[in-house]
């Protein structure tokens, strides 16, 4: 089992903060605090119905997590790692992808060059590419360290406008398709990776297993906006978020408070 990257608490603050953005929820957020809903969790108490679902929350879901943090660890194909960076007390991904025996494709910076460059320098990799997901400083930290010890090396960002919504890479071993979804960060990218055996979505802060990224802007539409464009993906798709533990689209759809439909 692996730890989750939010627990019921911080769901809950996460729903409420991205209620405060959205006018259409004002009311709900003088009838209750987060914290009494956390009680009602805590107690098994199942007397606000509609709260939960105009906060886009399902109730059923979140209880399994407050009950139990964790969730099954899986494993990624060789070609693929995980790099885990530190982030204060937190911690934040970046992913490797292997394209040939000494190439690969970075994506996201983390916090700091150092991690990269140890997993890069073991196992004899150059990255061709660096794309990034978001510009939040935990995503981009270590850019300009990589790119002085890479110099060839293309750095893909929709703030720099050289990549954006629709727009398709080729890879040796994959095809890589950038997908916009806004919410978390107003120019955020996902990009849904398709190779022989296995799809991928490399989901920056949008979507984490069992949470998102905060929501700072029209929380509904940005929770519509994944259920439309990322969850309508292949289920079997793995889902490497930006924070917190592998998933699927299949876990997501099932158990994800935000999304899920067992209230
Ligand atoms: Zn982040």
């Not at 009494?36 to 105009?54: T, V, Y």
């Not at 879901?61 to 899986?74: A, M, V």
């Not at 983390?110 to 939040?136: C, E, M, V, W």
């Amino acid at each position: 089992m692996t730890a989750l990257e939010d627990e019921a608490i911080d769901i809950i603050q996460k729903a409420y903060s991205g209620a405060k953005s959205d006018h259409s929820l004002s009311n709900v957020l003088k009838s209750t605090t987060s914290q009494s809903l956390l009680d009602s969790i805590r107690s098994g108490a199942d007397r606000s119905n509609e709260i939960w679902s105009k906060l886009h929350l399902d109730r059923r879901s979140l209880q399994k997590i407050f009950e139990n943090p964790n969730i099954p660890e899986l494993q990624l194909p060789d070609f693929c790692k995980q790099i885990i960076f530190p982030f204060g007390p937190y911690t934040v991904n970046g992913y490797v992808f292997k394209t040939g025996d000494n190439d690969c494709v970075l994506f996201d910076a983390g916090t700091r060059a150092y991690d990269y460059l140890t997993f890069l320098n073991q196992h004899n990799l150059t990255p061709s590419k660096l794309l990034i997901t978001h510009d939040h400083s935990d995503h981009i930290g270590g850019t300009s360290e990589l790119r002085k010890k890479f110099p060839k090396m293309k750095v893909l960002s929709s703030s720099n406008q050289s990549i954006q919504t629709g727009d398709i890479l080729q890879e040796s071993n994959y095809t890589l398709t950038a997908i916009s979804c806004s919410g978390h960060s107003i120019d955020a990218l996902a990009y849904f990776i398709q190779a022989k055996d296995q799809n991928f979505l490399i989901s920056g802060d949008t979507i984490f297993a069992r949470s998102v990224g905060k929501i700072s802007r029209n929380y509904l539409h940005s929770l519509q906006l994944i259920e439309t464009r990322l969850l309508s993906l292949p289920e079997d798709t793995l889902i490497l978020p930006g924070h917190g533990p592998v998933t699927t689209i299949a876990d997501e759809k099932q158990h994800n408070p935000f999304f899920a439909k067992s209230l």
